[in-house]
């Protein structure tokens, strides 16, 4: 079984700042990775799919690298609307689709 | 618009039953596999179970295997998930979510989502 583990839990930062975000796979994934985005009281949204491929509507400030077992999102300048809890998950197994624990995004 | 709608959650004694329904709109739900995923209060992503576009094909998670049914019915749109012999630990947000392959990668990921139905199971 692949798990996932993310960094850091809790990311709190101000607006206009930059967020790195980390997620690493117990064993390799290729580029079957995905990020997810989700606000309190809201379904989960696509934000980047195949490590690297922002979804449609996606803002340019989200952008996704890495593969094998090292993946990164950025959000490049923090948003209000971006303060938010993300998940990583992968489907290098497909149709099974493990996420990770999440990274909540919060206002220092 | 693409929409996906859940219902059927609700509070239930635990080794109840109770049968969650996914309303699909906007697209050809025919075309399309589905998938359940939940969310425990507070806790985050699980994925449950995945089901091909003919129904044919079905992969649980370990933790629910033998004792959820996920089915579809294309005439109807409809998406559904059996829930027997419930515990507490099943208590959740059930949320459906479309598999929608990404034609330049020919990857499958999860998008759109349902607003999610809640499902307690406690004595």
């Known amino acids: 079984e692949i798990v996932l583990t993310q960094s850091p839990a809790t990311l709190s930062l101000s607006p206009g700042e930059r967020a790195t975000l980390s997620c690493r796979a117990s064993?390799?994934?290729?580029?079957?990775l995905a990020w997810y985005q989700q606000k309190p009281g809201q379904a989960p949204r696509l934000l980047i799919y195949?490590?690297?491929n922002r979804a449609t509507g996606i803002p340019a400030r989200f952008s996704g690298s890495g593969s094998g077992t090292d993946f990164t999102l950025t959000i490049s300048s923090l948003e209000p609307e971006d303060f938010a809890v993300y998940y990583c998950?992968?489907?290098?197994?497909?149709?099974?689709?493990?996420f990770g624990p999440g990274t909540k995004v919060d206002i220092k | 618009e693409v929409q996906l709608v859940e219902s059927g959650g609700g509070f239930v004694q635990p080794g109840g039953s109770l049968r969650l329904s996914c309303a699909a709109s906007?697209?050809?739900?025919?075309?399309?596999?589905m998938n359940w995923v939940r969310q425990a209060p507070g806790k985050g992503l699980e994925w449950v179970s995945y089901?091909?576009?003919?129904?044919?094909?079905?992969y649980y998670a370990d933790s629910v295997k033998g004792r959820f049914t996920i089915s579809r019915d294309n005439a109807k749109n409809s998406l559904y998930l059996q829930m027997n012999s419930l515990r507490p630990e099943d208590t959740a947000v059930y949320f459906c979510?479309?598999?929608?392959?990404?034609?330049?990668?020919?990857?499958?990921?999860?998008?759109?989502w349902g607003q999610g139905t809640l499902v307690t199971v406690s004595s």
């Open positions: 979510a479309r598999d929608t392959k990404f034609a330049v990668a020919g990857t499958y990921w999860f998008d759109p």
């Open positions: 089901i091909s576009t003919s129904g044919s094909v079905i």
């Open positions: 195949d490590a690297s």
């Open positions: 998950q992968q489907r290098s197994n497909w149709p099974l689709g493990t």
């Open positions: 906007g697209f050809t739900f025919s075309s399309y596999e």
């Open positions: 064993q390799s994934v290729s580029s079957y």
